[in-house]
């Protein structure tokens, strides 16, 4: 990780700490950027992750720090936007929810294709998708049980809105993430890739 990456990471991470509208929200919602952060500090020395990958982690990690600044339900931009187009719910979840299914697709992608774990594409891109789906759903339980302890974090951490189907469109959008990152990314994260094995 570079130093500019640090920076902006930790510059992001400060400012979202200051005066986030629930501290336990915020916790919960910043938890899995500390935990990745984490993890590459420790994994880094033995296995260095492509350029790529690493600014994809930065952007998920920076889209999760403003959700637990404001909460996904009340991030500003995303309610200009609901506003502006008279739409039901503030859909900065959704956005996140994206980048859950399309960071991972690359993190993935990446230790699968440098331990060999499978041959060809088909299986390679199969299996991704469903560790992609498999986060998603991990996510959604890893809610589910932040509501049974708080009511509060039921709205705060959930960002349902009153959304039924909050769940299931969660999971969808981070499967659309996951297949659109495949199609978008693949042959320059194979370049990177190459470059690291040089």
Known sequence: MTKFWLA???????????????????????APALIGFAVMVITRPHFQLTRLTYGLILILSIILMIGGHYTYAEE???????????????NYDKLGHFFQ??????????????????????????????????????????????????????????????????TQSDMAYALLGAIVALLTLSRFHDKQIGELAT
Do not use: H, M
């Open 8 to 30: 902006i990471f930790f510059s992001v991470l400060i400012w979202s700490a200051v005066n986030p509208k629930d501290q336990l929200t915020w916790l919960l919602e910043v």
């Open 76 to 90: 500003p931009l995303f309610n200009w936007i609901k506003e502006a187009f008279a739409l039901e719910r503030n």
């Open 101 to 166: 299914g399309f960071v991972p697709a690359i993190i993935t992608r990446e230790i699968i294709i440098r331990n060999k774990v499978v041959n060809g594409r088909a299986w390679l891109n199969f299996l991704v998708v469903c560790v992609c789906l498999a986060i998603s759903a991990l996510y959604e339980l890893i809610e589910w049980c932040a509501a049974l302890v708080s009511k509060q974090a039921t709205e705060a951490f959930l960002g349902t809105q009153g959304y039924v189907w909050d």
